[in-house]
């Protein structure tokens, strides 16, 4: 396969993952009154687990100490940032939250430029997150606010550590270890937090849907997408994945937004696409 048909289908695997992912989204919030935010992220990290391990069948033994260091740390790193994201959507709009989280990668994606008209994107980004702030969008919690900002960090870090352990782990066998770990933290949180409904045939079997739509499809795309896409067209797509959010949040849970929301969520859309647009033409590491 060529560069440019490489590229083209990377592009689409990019798109599928974000859409992928919100409505895994739409469809665990829908079930945070039966067991509650920690109860689903448990259900969607742990059950996305055991589908990867059967399907990647992944090596346990061979790597270096620093490489298994790195792989437990990816798996706590997706444990806390779907934890937050989850925590965060109880109490405000999917879309918001995604616009809110969007702030690790922008930091990441600063982090790899050396230009200064990314400091003209910071801003705009930094004046839509204060615009999502409850000082100006007082329908909006501000402890889900919080969550989202924690959600954002552990975001940036998964980014960084998604590409160290690609390049240690074949193929997606470095994600499938990963969420084993990350569903094994969590599974105490679960417990206490929705008990036995969790074993619950039509929980269980709602819960696979998000642990495939949310975490093992998406996850393996990104993974397979940034081995061979540029880290400028990367960066514009997922630009895209506030809208995408509120769209499907919108369609799927009837989520509406104040015109300041929309304003801010453009408003870091811009930010995040200037940012990607300026940094320099290669490969994602």
């Excluded at 067991?35 to 589908?51: D, E, K, S, T, W």
Aim: hydrophobic share 55%; proline share 5%; glycine share 12%.
């Amino acid at each position: 396969m060529d560069q440019g048909k490489a590229q083209g289908s990377a592009i689409g695997l990019v798109w599928l993952a974000m859409v992928s992912t919100q409505l895994g989204s739409t469809l665990a919030k829908s079930l945070f009154g039966q067991v509650g935010p920690l109860g689903m992220v448990c259900l969607r990290v742990g059950l996305a687990a055991v589908v990867l391990v059967a399907w990647q069948r992944p090596r346990w033994r061979g790597y270096s100490a620093p490489a298994y260091r790195r792989l437990v740390l990816f798996g706590l790193t997706l444990a806390t940032m779907n934890s937050c994201f989850y925590l965060a959507i109880a109490r405000i709009p999917i879309g918001v939250a995604v616009a809110i989280e969007f702030s690790g990668p922008l930091l990441v994606a600063l982090f790899h430029s050396r230009r200064w008209l990314d400091g003209l994107w910071v801003g705009l980004a930094a004046l839509g997150i204060g615009l999502l702030s409850p000082l100006h969008s007082t329908s909006l919690d501000g402890v889900g606010v919080g969550f989202a900002r924690l959600a954002g960090v552990a975001w940036g870090l998964y980014i960084i550590l998604a590409t160290q352990v690609g390049r240690e782990f074949k193929g997606s066998e470095g994600l499938a270890l990963a969420m084993a770990v990350g569903g094994l933290a969590l599974l105490p949180l679960g417990l206490a937090s929705a008990g036995q409904a969790l074993l619950h045939p039509r929980i269980l079997g709602l819960g696979l849907g998000v642990a495939l739509l949310a975490s093992a499809l998406p996850y393996s795309l990104e993974m397979a997408a940034l081995r061979r896409l540029p880290v400028t067209v990367f960066g514009v797509l997922l630009s895209l994945e506030p809208a995408i959010a509120a769209l499907i949040g919108f369609l799927g849970l009837g989520e509406t937004l104040t015109p300041v929301m929309i304003q801010a969520i453009l408003l870091i859309m811009v930010a995040a696409t200037g940012i990607a647009l300026c940094q320099p033409h290669r490969s994602a590491p």
